[in-house]
């Protein structure tokens, strides 16, 4: 039973981690979605054959 204790903390420890790890992600991506839609619109307009294609792959961490 010792070794159940320690692998459930040790499963606690790395889901604390994970989460913030993506919950720092999801927030980074929506930040950028909205920077390159509303801040740089001409800059957005003149490559969006480049981002288009990349915006999904970047919001999932």
């Known amino acids: 039973m010792i070794n ?3 692998y459930y903390r040790m499963y606690r420890f ?3 981690i994970f989460a913030i790890s993506f919950a720092v992600g999801v927030v ?3 930040t950028l979605e909205f920077e ?3 801040n740089l ?3 957005s307009q003149f490559v969006a054959n ?3 294609p990349l915006m ?3 919001s999932f961490p």
């Open 4 to 6: 159940a204790e320690i």
């Open 14 to 16: 790395w889901v604390k």
């Open 28 to 30: 980074s991506g929506i």
């Open 36 to 38: 390159f839609g509303a």
């Open 41 to 43: 619109a001409r800059f």
């Open 50 to 52: 480049v981002f288009a």
């Open 56 to 58: 999904p792959i970047l």
